[in-house]
């Protein structure tokens, strides 16, 4: 009993803050707090914007930023991590507020901060490794295909349509922008993308996204431009903790949701740690203490209003790049989002919505690796296709459907790879002590087939089909030294072979089977008419004797002579 809550005393705080975080956050205060304040000038923007775009409002995205991006920091497995609301969870959040209302996605947000400790306690968060990078790579291309076309509404100067459908509410956005076109609008967003696009090739280390916002906010109040419409109102500061949000009989009704929400925050944020991680030398996030961060940070925001969180890989690269070293960087990050928050509200009201859009526009062209797709296409035919399929169900369907797909199907390709690899080769038997005659007097009547990669269901078929369809012979061997690794497919396939190849007058031999194969074979009955006969050898040359002797009995070779067998019992001995 002791040792059991010492255990999970020591797991709990394998979780925590440690001193080495601390520590870390004294080394060089200066440089992280220049970091943080660098960051939360790019953050700004996206979390209005991303705000806007959940449906939710802008201040859903300031509350996020600012709880979830503290919270993170501070309990998190990375220390140059950045969280706040992100593209991919406003794409997943979209349909939930169309469906469940924003008290529903408020719930879904704690129920998915809850996942996200239960995995961290499960140590879930070393399998983020085996999703493959073509999965990724298709995963992020859609959402930025995804974050682009949610923003047409805004950037048109048209009301929202409905629908949760992006494609769907794109084109009837289109239309009622064809009916009354906004140019004003449209000129915002257009301006705004561009001036970000342009000055991040001229000086990249300049926000340009906060400047092109604040002199689009200016014009449109000089300017009195109606057609600009601004933010809205914003309340001067975080609204108290509240749970009167939650609705416990529509929790049933929301697990589905809640389990997406989940699902891709722990896909994200382990995504954007990693790439945090092979941007700085000597860092390497913890993936449980990530998961853990995550969860505690989705816990907190909905009780202040705020959206579900994830990493936030762009925000977390600009981190980085302006030289952070700890969770100090993020945590000042936060801090100056809170201070925005209650001391500039008023004016944040006032920024046009269009500007938003362009910010956001901007924001989806760059996610687009041109050079990683192409690198990622050109690799095999299998990657392009998963990559492009992962890309298409993102804007089709939705962001975990997507990845599920993605990640079935490269499952399936990546057994069929294996199955090739698996191969049944004829090969010539040993001439051991034997005479050119004899051995090929031997050859007339004997056949060995030596199996080699993996007897697994992928494989085991096809192999079925080549091994029955052997020439008319007395005797095959099957050297078995040489499988990798076996399944109870391949077990059961290798017993029926066994079989027919018995019920047509052929004797079967086996040599080399290793232990880790023979629990296998067993567990199916197919070593049972091999033991029953003693035709299972532990090499390929007493098989080939044993052969010998069959064929002797039968009457079908001659005999050796006295001598020669005591030779090759000598031969065998050694």
Known sequence: MTSGIGRAWARISSLLPTRTDLAEMRRDPRRDLLAGLTVAIVALPLALGFGVSSGLGAEAGLATAVVAGALAALFGGSNLQ??????????????????????????VGLMAGLMLVALAALRAGKYMQYVPAPVVEGFSLGIACVIGLQQIPNALGVPKPEGDRVLVVTWRAIEEFAKAPNWTAVGFAVAVAAVM?????????????????????????????????????????????????????????LMAPAVAVAALAALESLLSASVADGMTVGQKHDPDRELFGQGLANIAAPLFGGVPATGAIARTAVNVRTGAGSRLAALTHAAILAAIVFAAAPLVSKIPLAALAGVLLATAIRMVEVGSLKAMAKATRSDAVILVLTAVATLALDLVYAVIIGLVVAGALALRAVAKQ???????????????????????HIVAYRIDGPLSFAAAHRFLLELTEVADVRVVILRMSRVSTMDATGALVL?????????????????GIRPGQRQVLDSVGALDPLRHDGR???????????????????????????????????????
């Not at 004829?426 to 007339?444: F, I, K, T």
């Open 82 to 107: 950045v969280s706040g609301p992100t593209g991919a969870m406003t794409v997943v959040l979209v349909p939930i507020v169309g469906q469940y209302g924003p008290t529903g996605v408020l719930t």
């Open 197 to 253: 696009l342009v000055g991040a090739r001229w000086r990249p280390t300049v926000p340009f996204s906060i400047l092109a916002v604040i002199a689009a906010t200016v014009v449109a109040q000089a300017a009195g431009l109606d057609a600009a419409k601004p933010i809205g109102n914003l309340p001067s500061g975080l609204p108290a903790p509240s749970l009167s949000f939650l609705d416990p009989g529509a929790l049933g009704s």
């Open 422 to 444: 698996a191969r049944l080769d004829q090969v010539p038997l040993d001439r051991g002590d034997h005479s050119a005659e004899e051995h090929a007097l031997l050859a007339e």
């Open 495 to 511: 017993k029926d072979a066994v079989e027919k190849l018995k019920r047509r007058g052929i004797l079967v031999l086996a040599s």
């Open 536 to 574: 299972e050898y532990a090499t390929t040359p007493e098989a080939i004797r044993g052969a010998r002797e069959h064929l002797e009995c039968a009457g079908i070779l001659p005999a050796l002579p006295i001598q020669q067998t005591a030779t090759s019992s000598e031969e065998a001995l050694r």
